[in-house]
């Protein structure tokens, strides 16, 4: 447990990318460690990075997705959407009252 509470403290420290999937080289080798599903470890690294105010220290707020790689990012605030193109829509249409970008790339 208490390599996992280091890693909490490194995010929080700004230590971290500002995303984090079970693919993460950090939440890979945890799991490894620990012989816990990565799943596992993310979940737990989320919840206590949460209690711990739930933002990085330049204050930007970090995305934890539990499948290996999202296949959508909006480009208008970086939310990040795993694999299905309309949530993606849906996220353009009630978050930035737009619609999805013809173009793609913008998003992918």
């Known amino acids: ?52 105010g739930g933002r990085g220290a330049d204050g930007e707020d970090l995305v934890f997705v539990s499948l290996v790689k999202p296949k959508y990012r909006c480009h208008m605030c970086t939310w990040y959407i795993v694999g299905v193109r309309d949530t993606m829509e849906k996220h353009y249409r009630e978050v930035h009252e737009s619609v999805l970008p013809s173009d793609e790339t913008v998003y992918t």
């Open 1 to 52: 447990r208490m390599v996992l509470e280091q890693y909490v403290e490194e995010i929080c420290d700004g230590g971290s990318d500002t995303l984090i999937t079970c693919a993460t080289p950090a939440i890979a080798r945890l799991a490894e460690q620990l012989e816990v599903p990565s799943t596992q470890v993310l979940k737990y690294v989320r919840q206590a990075y949460r209690q711990r």
